[in-house]
């Protein structure tokens, strides 16, 4: 096959409609929040908390719908013995933005924080925000090399280029418009990409539809023609794993920078609820095109196709069963359409995750816990620096590691099992400190790599009930192996313990310490026995009187640190006092220690 001259001068249109587009974004709001004198580095990250209904709704929706989103539908509901009963990506994450909407948004927004991870420095000190950070920094790394490395499979299939070249040049011009304009050009380019992937997959399914070598799928949902129904379904056995990997996507879909980066650049608590509310929906329906192309799949007789007798499956091209349909189902125009799409998806997915890493880093690690007298610029060129940094590494890995998946697979259960227990624990739970974060971290942490990891060959340490052994043949080798499959829900069993782990060990800490049980020298975490130790305890629950509370009402962990962490975590353009007198007090040099 040669290199299709037409689908070439395709993608270098929309790449470049992409790049105008983020350019244009960057240049028309360089003087954002000038006049409420924000900082630069905080509009960089969060767009000068401005962002309205329409782009929100678009970039929110749109970080999600990347290109595993929809590649990973299509792939599951085309799987033979899955089906649409396994493909649960859409609802998953629709309910997790729900979910997000209802309990999470508005405290977050409502209290100014620019991270993710700001609570969390907050409330458990800078060091913990560190530990926090390397989970939250792997998620989000190993997401944009997976979605990198997709996009350089699916423009191989369809335009026959160079797979290493496509990664490149789209990794590029991501990082390129994200160095620029921060959050504004990734928002912004968001809305054009979310529009392209829907013309785009939208225009592809009737012309698939109505190819001769594919059957009614009214008919294939049902009945077994080419292959198993479509529709799938759940055997008994395999119950408590589709429980675990549905909660997975439900509430780990929750506790990542990208999606509280939208959140907290919503110009007001409620709209972070809406644009919650509306990018569910908008990920049900982006869906909905990738379900079809699935089912399409399905029902094709391959050997009146250009593809061959020899099905995706048996080929073991099942994850690109999309690109697949697009070149061999569609005319050539069409499926140049469809690859725009798939490039938008990648894009609006991988510029968000890195501009979510390197804001992390400026911020949580770089200001507060290393440089806290660092200027504006200084944190806006650490930025670009480590934009680049993250872009290239993530890149580097989608060229060389055949084994990205599996890493994001395994990363994003540490997300779900470390780091969504304790963002319950710091917002809605009163009393936690450092000791049962750690504790929470540990247990988090063994719990979940103890089940093991198949698609990397970790073997496990910990038999959970119900385990079996299968035959596999793996990925890469293409060997028959044997794999130890864990049919417990170990991953979601992981997180309710690492959550009781953390109340548990905080009141233990707490007790231990203040009935003189132990020394309260031993407190070298700061966390307990403290000047503010009481005001600690009281003050974790973060909602109690309302949307607006002054993060200087509650005491940081290390009180030395307490001037600049009230300064740090406090906005003056997004909270407002309760009275006249809580302004005089918060603007006093002693505001953090409460009058004392």
Same mark, same amino acid.
């Given at each position: 096959?040669?290199?299709?001259?037409?689908? *070439?001068?395709?993608?270098?249109?929309?790449?470049?409609?992409?790049?105008?587009?983020?350019?244009?974004?960057?240049?028309?709001?360089?003087?954002?929040?000038?006049?409420?004198?924000?900082?630069?580095?905080?509009?960089?990250?969060?767009?000068?908390?401005?962002?309205?209904?329409?782009?929100?709704?678009?970039?929110?929706?749109?970080?999600?719908?990347?290109?595993?989103?929809?590649?990973?539908?299509?792939?599951?509901?085309?799987?033979?013995?899955?089906?649409?009963?396994?493909?649960?990506?859409?609802?998953?994450?629709?309910?997790?933005?729900?979910?997000?909407? *209802?309990?999470?948004?508005?405290?977050?927004?409502?209290?100014?924080?620019? %991270?993710?991870?700001?609570?969390?420095?907050?409330?458990?000190?800078?060091?913990?925000?560190?530990?926090?950070?390397?989970?939250? @920094?792997?998620?989000?790394?190993?997401?944009?090399?997976?979605? @990198?490395?997709? *996009?350089?499979?699916? *423009?191989?299939?369809?335009?026959?280029?160079?797979?290493?070249?496509?990664?490149?040049?789209?990794?590029?011009?991501?990082?390129?418009?994200?160095?620029?304009?921060?959050?504004?050009?990734?928002?912004?380019?968001?809305?054009?990409?979310?529009?392209?992937?829907?013309?785009? @997959?939208?225009?592809?399914?009737?012309?698939?539809?109505?190819?001769?070598?594919?059957?009614?799928?009214?008919?294939?949902?049902?009945?077994?023609?080419?292959?198993?129904?479509?529709?799938?379904?759940?055997?008994?056995?395999? %119950?408590?794993?589709?429980?675990?990997?549905?909660?997975?996507?439900?509430?780990?879909?929750?506790?990542?920078?990208?999606?509280?980066?939208?959140?907290?650049?919503?110009?007001?608590?409620?709209?972070?609820?809406?644009?919650?509310?509306?990018?569910?929906?908008?990920?049900?329906?982006?869906?909905?095109?990738?379900?079809?192309?699935?089912?399409?799949?399905?029902?094709?007789?391959?050997?009146?196709?250009?593809?061959?007798?020899?099905?995706?499956?048996?080929?073991?091209?099942?994850?690109?069963?999309?690109?697949?349909?697009?070149?061999?189902?569609?005319?050539?125009?069409?499926?140049?359409?469809?690859?725009?799409?798939?490039?938008?998806?990648?894009?609006?997915?991988?510029?968000?995750?890195?501009?979510?890493?390197?804001?992390?880093?400026?911020?949580?690690?770089?200001?507060?816990?290393?440089?806290?007298?660092?200027?504006?610029?200084?944190?806006?060129?650490?930025?670009?620096?480590?934009?680049?940094?993250?872009?290239?590494?993530?890149?580097?890995?989608?060229?060389?590691?055949?084994?990205?998946?599996?890493?994001?697979?395994?990363?994003?259960?540490?997300?779900?099992?470390?780091?969504?227990?304790?963002?319950?624990?710091?917002?809605?739970?009163?009393?936690?400190?450092?000791?049962?974060?750690?504790?929470?971290?540990?247990?988090?942490?063994?719990?979940?790599?103890?089940?093991?990891?198949?698609?990397?060959?970790?073997?496990?340490?910990?038999?959970?009930?119900?385990? %079996?052994?299968?035959?596999?043949?793996?990925?890469?080798?293409?060997?028959? =192996?044997?794999?130890?499959?864990?049919?417990?829900?170990?991953?979601?069993?992981?997180?309710?313990?690492?959550?009781?782990?953390?109340?548990?060990?905080?009141?233990?800490?707490?007790?231990?310490? =203040?009935?003189?049980?132990?020394?309260?020298?031993?407190?070298?975490?700061?966390?307990?026995?403290?000047?503010?130790?009481?005001?600690?305890?009281?003050?974790?629950?973060?909602?109690?009187?309302?949307?607006?509370?002054?993060?200087?009402?509650?005491?940081?962990?290390?009180?030395?640190?307490?001037?600049?962490?009230?300064?740090?975590?406090?906005?003056?353009?997004?909270?407002?006092?309760?009275?006249?007198?809580?302004?005089?007090?918060?603007?006093?040099?002693?505001?953090?220690?409460?009058?004392?």
């Amino acid at each position: 096959m040669t290199i299709h001259v037409e689908g *070439l001068v395709a993608i270098a249109i929309f790449y470049l409609l992409i790049l105008v587009v983020g350019i244009w974004a960057a240049w028309k709001n360089k003087h954002s929040g000038e006049a409420e004198g924000t900082d630069r580095s905080e509009t960089i990250m969060v767009g000068g908390r401005d962002i309205g209904l329409f782009v929100g709704g678009f970039t929110m929706t749109a970080t999600w719908v990347g290109g595993g989103y929809i590649n990973g539908t299509a792939e599951y509901v085309y799987l033979p013995d899955y089906g649409l009963a396994w493909a649960q990506a859409p609802f998953g994450y629709a309910l997790s933005l729900v979910v997000g909407g *209802l309990f999470f948004a508005k405290p977050m927004r409502s209290r100014g924080y620019v %991270t993710m991870l700001d609570p969390f420095q907050q409330i458990y000190g800078k060091r913990m925000g560190g530990l926090l950070f390397i989970p939250a @920094l792997m998620g989000e790394i190993f997401w944009s090399a997976a979605i @990198l490395s997709a *996009l350089g499979a699916t *423009l191989s299939v369809i335009v026959d280029i160079n797979i290493k070249m496509s990664v490149v040049i789209s990794a590029l011009i991501a990082i390129f418009y994200t160095l620029v304009g921060g959050l504004y050009s990734v928002a912004y380019t968001d809305v054009v990409q979310l529009i392209c992937i829907f013309i785009g @997959l939208w225009i592809s399914v009737p012309f698939a539809l109505t190819n001769p070598a594919v059957s009614d799928i009214t008919i294939t949902a049902v009945k077994h023609v080419y292959q198993s129904p479509w529709r799938g379904s759940i055997n008994k056995s395999d %119950t408590w794993v589709w429980i675990d990997n549905f909660c997975l996507l439900m509430l780990g879909g929750i506790p990542w920078q990208v999606y509280f980066q939208r959140v907290l650049s919503a110009s007001s608590a409620t709209y972070a609820q809406v644009l919650s509310f509306l990018a569910a929906f908008g990920c049900l329906v982006m869906a909905v095109p990738s379900v079809l192309i699935g089912a399409i799949g399905a029902s094709t007789d391959w050997n009146q196709t250009s593809y061959g007798a020899i099905s995706p499956k048996e080929r073991d091209q099942a994850d690109m069963i999309l690109p697949i349909v697009l070149q061999h189902l569609c005319p050539p125009f069409v499926s140049f359409f469809g690859l725009g799409a798939v490039s938008a998806a990648v894009m609006s997915s991988a510029d968000s995750s890195i501009l979510s890493a390197s804001s992390m880093f400026a911020r949580n690690i770089y200001q507060l816990a290393f440089r806290q007298s660092a200027s504006d610029r200084e944190i806006v060129w650490v930025m670009r620096i480590t934009i680049f940094v993250f872009g290239g590494l993530a890149t580097l890995m989608a060229l060389v590691t055949g084994t990205v998946y599996g890493l994001w697979y395994l990363s994003s259960d540490l997300v779900y099992v470390i780091i969504f227990p304790q963002l319950i624990s710091v917002l809605f739970v009163k009393g936690t400190n450092t000791y049962g974060s750690v504790a929470a971290y540990v247990f988090g942490m063994v719990l979940r790599i103890g089940g093991g990891e198949p698609y990397l060959q970790l073997p496990p340490f910990i038999y959970y009930p119900g385990w %079996t052994i299968e035959q596999r043949i793996h990925h890469m080798t293409g060997e028959m =192996e044997e794999v130890v499959v864990q049919k417990f829900p170990f991953k979601t069993v992981s997180m309710i313990a690492s959550f009781l782990g953390n109340v548990a060990f905080s009141y233990l800490a707490k007790y231990l310490f =203040e009935s003189g049980k132990i020394s309260h020298k031993y407190d070298f975490l700061d966390a307990v026995v403290s000047k503010h130790s009481g005001e600690i305890m009281d003050k974790t629950t973060l909602v109690t009187r309302g949307n607006n509370i002054g993060l200087s009402e509650m005491a940081p962990v290390k009180p030395r640190l307490s001037v600049t962490l009230a300064a740090a975590f406090t906005r003056r353009d997004t909270l407002q006092a309760e009275t006249v007198e809580e302004e005089e007090e918060e603007s006093s040099p002693d505001s953090s220690d409460h009058g004392e």
